[in-house]
């Protein structure tokens, strides 16, 4: 099998998918723009061969990378990031090599734009956020407004993040928002819901079936937390509540996901909507086709004892997973079996600009036992998840709350 994986050195745990590839005999080729002599022994051991290019962004120079390796290793089998930033051109590259594993350029819309989700989510009878069109105008928005009533979230129909995002308290912000804001017909408006943003992270086969399945809890003010640059926690569950698991299945089959590593988010109400749901239950948020970012892929591992990086690459090779097995009993999850260790796998990260009542010192020293990364964030990463980051794995969630407590703690 020959597997191109774009951008293997970064995030800089992704080295790991290509490694468990090559550990299965597979013929792993990594493209990126990144000097070789600048790679990582990691990296440079996980492949079978590396190319170069001077602009990963540059689609000529990646398409002649793809050509090369399909030359002097034959067929293409995968094309692959797992990254949100490389989905579509991943999709053009599969198109254009006529690689079939995957999605290919015309689905990327459906992945891609919120608008298009909605349309997903519907027809599976899944309970969303309502939504409008912010190129249908000011007038027919204020209209809307007066439906879902104030406050609503304006924000980019393609986009990652709460980057370009607005939240709209009365009518004046919404005219205002339409005054000012560039490009708004690129925006979507919806109505504001409340609540922690919880993600079924899993790994799905060709059949579609999840071979793994895990929740993140996200905080539910991930707009404020960038716009404002607060402090970020949140933390990997060590069990997935059922009413989460099955509206994350309902949602894989009706985005028809197969063989991929998916992060699908929902809210988990913190008060009744109506219609929309009561207290906590889940309502659709949005779906990313690719692990969930950062490092919570490894912090998935530290709180379930397990290894996604393998259970992803045996889902490529065997469309099964012997890592995943014990997780799964007659179809329920079945996380508690005595055979497998669970934890809460928690993350809290400080900013350089805000001083903290504990230095970074006491922080090791109390959690030296439970500490599991501890490292600077890289500078892509920093204006989202801080500039330092503590993450451990406890047993509880009183220990979680205690542990952010103790990082974010402010003089």
């Known amino acids: 099998m020959n597997f191109i994986f774009i951008s293997p050195h970064f995030p800089h ?9 090559k550990k ?12 070789y002599d600048s790679l990582s022994n990691e990296v440079k051991n996980s492949l079978t061969e590396y190319y170069k290019v001077d602009n990963l962004e540059n689609y000529d120079e990646v398409y002649r990378a793809v050509a090369f390796f399909a030359f002097k290793y034959g067929k293409i089998d995968w094309i692959e ?7 579509e051109q ?3 590259l599969r198109t254009d090599f006529h690689v079939t594993t995957g999605l290919q350029e015309s689905q990327t819309a459906a992945i891609k734009e919120k608008s298009e989700m909605k349309k997903y989510y519907i027809s599976g009878n899944i309970p969303t956020a309502r939504q409008f069109r912010a190129s249908d105008g000011v007038k027919n928005a204020l209209e809307f407004a007066d439906t879902v009533h104030y406050p609503l979230i304006c924000k980019p129909d393609i986009g990652v993040g709460a980057g370009g995002t607005h939240k709209i308290h009365n009518a004046d912000e919404l005219i205002e ?3 000012k804001v560039a490009e708004t017909q690129n925006y979507v408006i919806e109505e504001f819901i409340t609540g922690d943003i919880c993600s079924y992270d899993a790994i799905i086969n060709s059949s579609g079936i999840p071979l793994f399945e895990s929740m993140t809890v996200w905080p539910p003010s991930i707009m404020d937390i960038v716009n404002k640059q607060l402090d970020l926690s949140y933390y990997v569950d060590k069990t997935i509540p059922e009413p989460l698991q099955e509206i994350g299945r309902k949602t894989v089959e009706a985005f028809n996901v197969k063989s991929r590593f998916v992060h699908l988010e929902f809210f988990r109400l913190d008060s009744d909507r109506g219609e929309l749901g009561k207290k906590g239950d889940f309502v659709a948020l949005e779906v990313n086709m690719r692990p969930a970012g950062g490092y919570t892929p490894d912090m998935i591992n530290y709180a379930h004892s397990t290894d996604v990086y393998k259970i992803w690459a045996d889902m490529i090779c065997y469309d099964k997973s012997q890592e995943a097995s014990a997780y799964h009993h007659n179809g329920r999850n079945a996380l508690s079996l005595p055979w497998h260790n669970e934890y809460y796998c928690a993350f809290a990260s400080r900013r350089d600009s805000h ?5 970074d ?19 892509i990463l920093s204006g989202a998840m801080g500039n330092q980051m503590f993450t451990v794995r406890l047993n509880d969630y009183n220990e979680v709350e205690e542990f952010v407590n103790f990082v974010h703690a402010k003089e």
């Open 90 to 92: 991943d999709a053009r």
């Open 361 to 379: 010192d006491e922080v090791k020293e109390r959690y030296k036992n439970q500490l599991v990364m501890c490292e600077r964030m890289p500078e």
């Open 355 to 359: 001083h903290y009542v504990h230095s």
């Open 81 to 87: 990031s797992n990254n949100e930033y490389w989905l």
């Open 177 to 179: 928002f339409y005054s």
């Open 24 to 35: 299965n005999g597979v013929n792993t080729l990594g493209i990126a723009d990144a000097p």
């Open 13 to 21: 745990t992704y080295w790991e998918f290509c490694d468990r590839l």
